[in-house]
């Protein structure tokens, strides 16, 4: 599976952006869509996801509420709609597909997310 994320930039806070991950090659093989984000010196964390059949998100506590995870089928993309956004959000962002038996093993290429105070 072969990921392409899109969308990143710089924001004042409140303000809203939209990222995108699109994928492409055995996407049969998926069984969700994650989304990640590694601020400076700061670990990876996981933001939110989806399953790729049945479109069940999930949700880290940090952005539940202000955070939206959607896809389109008919594109094989998927969507980090994220409102009322906050500096502690400036990280960059990757998109990762959950392959069955393997784990979040393929990774798109990651986009920074920054928001001004």
């Known amino acids: 599976v072969q990921l392409q994320a899109c969308g990143g930039g710089l924001v004042q806070a409140g303000g809203s952006l939209r990222l995108s991950c699109a994928a492409s090659g055995r996407t049969f093989s998926m069984e969700a869509m994650g989304w990640f984000r590694q601020a400076p010196g700061k670990e990876r964390e996981y933001v939110g996801g989806i399953s790729w059949s049945g479109g069940k998100t999930y949700y880290a506590d940090s952005v539940k509420g202000r955070f939206t995870v959607s896809k389109d089928n008919n594109k094989n993309t998927v969507y980090l709609q994220m409102n009322s956004l906050k500096p502690e959000d400036t990280a960059v962002y990757y998109c990762?597909?959950?392959?069955?038996?393997?784990?979040?093993?393929?990774w798109g290429q990651g986009t920074l997310v920054t928001v001004s105070s």
């Open positions: 990762a597909a959950l392959i069955q038996s393997k784990g979040y093993d393929s």
